[in-house]
């Protein structure tokens, strides 16, 4: 390594005159807790919060933090606990990004804040199965139980691991140590796995807000009616009429996903076919043609005329959407 | 508990076999047949667990 490799690595590993700000170092997607496209408010809620992150206790509710939150960044993850429970949130990397951290010591690290003042956790897991479900059986690599107060500290609690070489898919685990009583909190953000021995500065994996984004919606994005402007009603994809009761359309995704998606529309979103200048409602939805890069939709109603061009529509409320999961 | 059904494909529209999962919540996903995708996988181990011998 010559003089001006190695000056450069030790300021980028103490923030110096270098931008430490390294796209890819990061493996721990949406770490800075950026991008919720699930919403931000999640009631005792076991499953996905913040994207990328799975809340795997009863008891808990999960919401988007904005004062509680390390310098420097604009949101964390709050869990409180609605009756006794030990808040934690875990995330699954797949097999492609894991493998290259198999045989290497690894430092994982991250700003963590407890009402109580009580520690909190930091443990990784690994599996030796190709792209292990988030929710499967994982052995873990080592477990820390770190001190944190109210506040949010002004450098990340830290743990180092040394993965094993026969590590597929490793997963990250993080939260309280141990139980909470009702009404406590524990907030975090600036999440990072890295290679290494030391914490270096944060960096979002994708490197910039839109690339933490498109790293998300690999795993899961929602097409919201309430991103819709100016209309009551928003778009989804132009179609064609096949029969006088149904309508389809091919929409594509915004990036390519990790695998071909499962598809679904809100329990309560108001589905509208538009068809020889007419909606069609209420409109069942089904999905089908489903790839990594697009679906086939289609909406059932009665009242179409075949073989005409049309619309499929959708409300704008917040029970409007249609959501594409691609998750480990 | 969720709910399972397979919807048949449509060889005239090029379309294969896609699974129907209804949520307790009431929602429905449309799961596609792919054995890398985890909705799949846990669709596949309900089977397996419900086709098992009772012991």
Redesign the interface.
């Given at each position: 390594m010559s003089r001006a490799q190695l000056t450069s690595t030790v300021e980028q590993n103490t923030g110096g005159a270098v931008a430490p700000w390294v796209g890819g170092k990061n493996a721990a997607i949406n770490g800075g807790a950026d991008i919720w496209q699930r919403g931000t408010t999640f009631t005792n809620t076991v499953g996905y919060t913040a994207d990328r992150w799975y809340q795997g206790a009863g008891n808990v509710t999960t919401t988007q933090e904005t004062t509680l939150v390390p310098t420097g960044f604009r949101y964390s993850v709050k869990g409180t606990t609605t009756a006794t429970s030990q808040p934690y949130w875990f995330q699954a990397i797949e097999t492609a990004e894991s493998q290259r951290f198999a045989g290497k010591t690894v430092t994982l690290s991250y700003y963590a804040a407890t009402s109580d003042s009580s520690n909190v956790l930091l443990r990784l897991d690994y599996s030796t199965s190709v792209?292990n479900?988030?929710v499967g059986t994982y052995t873990s690599i080592g477990s820390s139980s770190v001190a944190a107060t109210s506040s949010m500290p002004s450098t990340p609690q830290t743990a180092t691991f040394v993965v094993p070489s026969t590590a597929k898919t490793l997963r990250i685990v993080i939260g309280a140590a141990g139980n909470q009583s009702t009404g406590a909190t524990t907030t975090f953000s600036g999440v990072q796995l890295e290679v290494g021995s030391v914490a270096t500065p944060f960096s979002r994996a994708g490197g910039t807000l839109q690339g933490e984004l498109s790293l998300c919606q690999r795993y899961y994005w929602r097409l919201n009616g309430t991103d819709v402007t100016g209309s009551t009603i928003a778009n989804i994809c132009t179609g064609y009429i096949?029969s006088s009761s149904a309508i389809s359309g091919v929409y594509p995704f915004p990036v390519q996903m990790?695998?071909?998606?499962?598809?679904?529309?809100?329990?309560?979103t108001n589905f509208i076919g538009l068809g020889g200048g007419s909606f069609h409602y209420p409109s069942t939805?089904?999905?089908?043609?489903?790839s990594k890069t697009n679906a086939?939709i289609s909406l059932t109603a009665s009242g179409y005329t075949a073989y005409q061009a049309g619309a499929l529509l959708m409300g704008s409320t917040s029970a409007d959407y249609l959501e594409h999961?691609?998750?480990? | 508990m969720s709910k399972y059904e397979i919807i048949k494909g449509n060889p005239d529209q090029f379309t294969k076999d896609i699974v129907k999962r209804t949520d307790e919540n009431g929602q429905v996903w449309f799961i596609p047949t792919d054995p890398a995708n985890s909705d799949y996988q846990a669709y596949l181990a309900t089977l397996a667990a419900n086709s098992a011998p009772q012991g």
């Amino acid at each position: 390594m010559s003089r001006a490799q190695l000056t450069s690595t030790v300021e980028q590993n103490t923030g110096g005159a270098v931008a430490p700000w390294v796209g890819g170092k990061n493996a721990a997607i949406n770490g800075g807790a950026d991008i919720w496209q699930r919403g931000t408010t999640f009631t005792n809620t076991v499953g996905y919060t913040a994207d990328r992150w799975y809340q795997g206790a009863g008891n808990v509710t999960t919401t988007q933090e904005t004062t509680l939150v390390p310098t420097g960044f604009r949101y964390s993850v709050k869990g409180t606990t609605t009756a006794t429970s030990q808040p934690y949130w875990f995330q699954a990397i797949e097999t492609a990004e894991s493998q290259r951290f198999a045989g290497k010591t690894v430092t994982l690290s991250y700003y963590a804040a407890t009402s109580d003042s009580s520690n909190v956790l930091l443990r990784l897991d690994y599996s030796t199965s190709v792209d292990n479900s988030a929710v499967g059986t994982y052995t873990s690599i080592g477990s820390s139980s770190v001190a944190a107060t109210s506040s949010m500290p002004s450098t990340p609690q830290t743990a180092t691991f040394v993965v094993p070489s026969t590590a597929k898919t490793l997963r990250i685990v993080i939260g309280a140590a141990g139980n909470q009583s009702t009404g406590a909190t524990t907030t975090f953000s600036g999440v990072q796995l890295e290679v290494g021995s030391v914490a270096t500065p944060f960096s979002r994996a994708g490197g910039t807000l839109q690339g933490e984004l498109s790293l998300c919606q690999r795993y899961y994005w929602r097409l919201n009616g309430t991103d819709v402007t100016g209309s009551t009603i928003a778009n989804i994809c132009t179609g064609y009429i096949g029969s006088s009761s149904a309508i389809s359309g091919v929409y594509p995704f915004p990036v390519q996903m990790r695998v071909a998606p499962s598809i679904a529309g809100g329990a309560s979103t108001n589905f509208i076919g538009l068809g020889g200048g007419s909606f069609h409602y209420p409109s069942t939805f089904s999905a089908q043609g489903v790839s990594k890069t697009n679906a086939i939709i289609s909406l059932t109603a009665s009242g179409y005329t075949a073989y005409q061009a049309g619309a499929l529509l959708m409300g704008s409320t917040s029970a409007d959407y249609l959501e594409h999961s691609a998750e480990l | 508990m969720s709910k399972y059904e397979i919807i048949k494909g449509n060889p005239d529209q090029f379309t294969k076999d896609i699974v129907k999962r209804t949520d307790e919540n009431g929602q429905v996903w449309f799961i596609p047949t792919d054995p890398a995708n985890s909705d799949y996988q846990a669709y596949l181990a309900t089977l397996a667990a419900n086709s098992a011998p009772q012991g």
